[in-house]
């Protein structure tokens, strides 16, 4: 069955990076694409970037366009979200998803548990 | 940016009753060359991700109980649950696709029992 495992919880004082990782399983991994979307306390959800599992393509919000950096391991089934920089604003539970079309469509069929990430002095 | 608007923010509905959320968007999402509306629907149960319900505007996704069905065209969608079960108790998101970037997202509407 398709699996979406995210990293672990992280507190990061402001100013610092953070790296999360979305380990994928149960599907051809270079096939589809993957998003990555957040959600702050009691905000709606915000989509951030999507990558090309197979080619390396990314996309990204022109909001946090120079600050998150999406990456990806193809021997290790694994995408990467590395935001930097960060401020309180950042607080969020962070989800990857896999895009459901194969390419870029923007329709979320599977999702990481969600990472949260706190960022506080 | 596409802003998506839902109505109402929160909602209680009785069991086997007919619950009705609705969502705005601040353009078409309408894509005239293939006719289809690029907005879908999801639930998220409390601690839990985001699950896709409906996409095209009203193509369930596979799962999907047959209770759930979207409508709607150009700016104007609905999601109707047609007859209300306790495990529907969840907070409902629309998300237009039709421009990138970015994807967006309403603000919720919260699905309570009366």
């Known amino acids: 069955q398709v699996q979406l495992v995210q990293s672990g919880a992280e507190v990061k004082e402001p100013g610092a990076s953070v790296k999360v990782s979305c380990k994928a399983s149960g599907y051809t991994f270079i096939s589809y694409v993957i998003h990555w979307v957040r959600q702050a306390p009691g905000q709606r959800l915000e989509w951030m970037a999507w990558?090309?599992?197979?080619?390396?393509?990314?996309k990204y919000s022109q909001k946090l366009q120079g600050r998150v950096t999406i990456t990806r391991d193809t021997s290790a089934s694994t995408a990467y979200m590395e935001l930097s920089s960060l401020r309180s604003e950042d607080t969020a539970v962070y989800y990857c998803a896999r895009d459901r079309n194969g390419m870029v469509q923007g329709t979320l069929d599977y999702w990481g548990q969600g990472t949260l990430v706190t960022v506080s002095s | 940016d596409i802003v998506m608007t839902q109505s109402p923010d929160s909602l209680a509905v009785s069991l086997g009753e007919r619950a009705t959320i609705n969502c705005k968007s601040s353009q078409s999402v309408l894509y005239s060359s293939n006719n289809k509306n690029y907005l879908a629907w999801y639930q998220q149960k409390p601690g839990q991700p985001p699950k896709l319900l409906i996409y095209w505007a009203s193509t369930r996704e596979s799962g999907v109980p047959d209770r759930f069905s979207g409508s709607g065209s150009g700016t104007d969608f609905t999601l109707t649950i047609s007859s209300l079960q306790a495990e529907d108790v969840a907070v409902y998101y629309c998300?237009?696709?039709?421009?990138?970037?970015?994807?967006?997202f309403g603000q919720g509407t919260k699905l309570e029992i009366k």
């Open positions: 990558i090309n599992a197979g080619n390396g393509n990314t």
């Open positions: 998300q237009q696709y039709y421009t990138i970037p970015p994807y967006t």
